[in-house]
């Protein structure tokens, strides 16, 4: 177990033990009130959380509903609010007027506009990347619009992706975005919604074992929205060629780690059974045919936990935590963090620190107590971790040892 620093700042940031955040978990509003207990692990050891002291310093207040933060390269933050806004941050100070120029956006319930991504060479391009959910309520798929963006406003917006299944309803949009080396980009998209929401004749779970299907899958792409040649099932019949892992119900947080070259998501369940997953391409994760996860009512989705051919979760969380943005910190700035994952939850109202082995598995965790729901965790320039709450009058984080 690695050394922890001891002391703290902000009275919001006192790190706590299960007791404490089962207090928290019961003052939270949820749709699912039957997620409303909280974040218990229990697919991995749990150091007493009071060994992780952290300074939380608010940056920024009056964000509406925040989802995501990418950084440009001077520094400056960008900042997706999920009705429909792109804020930026300068020196630590919310512009008062939103980036002008952004597409249309459905956002209703889960959707709206959510992930940000700056291209890897944006000092060359200048392009970024949004995903949102687009329609209406009968009829709404997810999509990601790809823009040049000159410090105000967005110009030559195109939508370079969208899902090739138009469904119902306001749930499970995914919708994160993570670059790979060789400057492709990964995309998680939701299974498209719980029962009885169905999608030709079936229950539109179904579709993450569908392969022809979007939904519920991990695509990967070229920056241009166009199908990589090396995608693992290009000359598969009967399989999108943009799908690059499959079997997932609504991946929330995306990340990869470049120095083991590992993909790592996080990904919700109903009914408890919320995953962590070492991802690799071509490969399935199980949704809904294996699960952890229970109905809403509490019922059995399947009797099936794990099967031959299928990737069973490096940890799964029951009762849910309902994880959200995903970080693999890889700077020197904090070096008790290098190797880890920090995971954002909503229920869970932290961000849970995850200490893995040198072969992917987790060997510890612990919950950083914000105390409002956690939309996105990221790493800045500065080798510190960001924090979003997804809350009407939402803050922007910043997470720090405390020396
Ligand atoms: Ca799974």
Redesign the pocket.
């Known amino acids: 177990m690695k050394a922890k620093i001891n002391t703290l700042r902000m009275s919001l940031s006192i790190a706590l033990g299960m007791a404490m955040i089962m207090t928290s978990g019961c003052s939270l509003t949820q749709a699912s009130p039957d997620k409303s207990q909280v974040a218990q692990n229990t697919g991995a050891p749990t150091t007493p959380a009071a060994k992780q002291n952290i300074k939380q310093s608010v940056v920024v207040e009056g964000l509406e509903r925040p989802w995501s933060i990418a950084w440009l390269p001077d520094g400056a933050m960008l900042i997706t609010e999920r009705p429909g806004r792109l804020r930026v941050v300068r020196n630590g100070v919310l512009e008062p007027t939103p980036v002008t120029g952004l597409p249309e956006v459905f956002a209703v319930n889960q959707g709206g506009l959510m992930d940000v991504s700056v291209h890897p060479r944006f000092a060359e391009n200048g392009f970024i990347y949004l995903t949102y959910s687009h329609g209406t309520n009968d009829a709404n798929r997810t999509r990601m619009a790809r823009a040049v963006f000159d410090g105000k406003s967005l110009k030559d917006v195109k939508v370079v992706f969208e899902v090739n299944k138009a469904k119902s309803g306001g749930q499970h949009f995914g919708s994160r975005i993570t670059w790979l080396p060789d400057n492709t980009m990964l995309l998680a998209i939701g299974d498209g919604g719980n029962p009885p929401l169905q999608l030709e004749g079936e229950l539109i779970r179904k579709q993450a074992q569908n392969r022809n299907s979007h939904l519920g899958k991990i695509l990967r792409l070229n920056d241009d929205g166009s199908i990589p040649k090396d995608n693992p099932f290009v000359n598969t019949g009967n399989a999108n060629p943009a799908v690059w892992s499959y079997?997932?119900?609504n991946i929330q947080g995306l990340t990869f780690d470049a120095g083991n070259k590992r993909v790592w998501s996080t990904?919700h369940g109903a009914r408890g059974?919320d995953?962590l997953?070492l991802v690799e391409a071509g490969k399935n994760?199980?949704?809904p045919i294996?699960?952890?996860s229970r109905e809403y009512s509490g019922g059995e989705i399947t009797k099936e936990r794990s099967r031959p051919g299928?990737?069973?979760?490096k940890t799964?969380w029951t009762p849910s935590p309902a994880p959200s943005g995903l970080a693999f910190y890889s700077n020197n700035r904090v070096p008790d963090w290098q190797g880890d994952l920090f995971s954002g939850e909503l229920i869970g109202q932290g961000v849970r620190h995850i200490e893995l082995d040198a072969k992917g598995n987790v060997t510890n965790q612990n919950v950083i107590d914000i105390g409002q729901r956690v939309r996105d965790v990221r790493t800045g320039p500065d080798g510190l971790l960001y924090v979003l709450t997804d809350e009407q009058d939402g803050r922007l984080i910043r997470l720090e040892p405390a020396s």
Do not use: A, K
């Open positions: 079997g997932h119900r990904e059974g995953e997953n994760y199980g949704w294996v699960t952890y299928m990737v069973d979760p799964y």
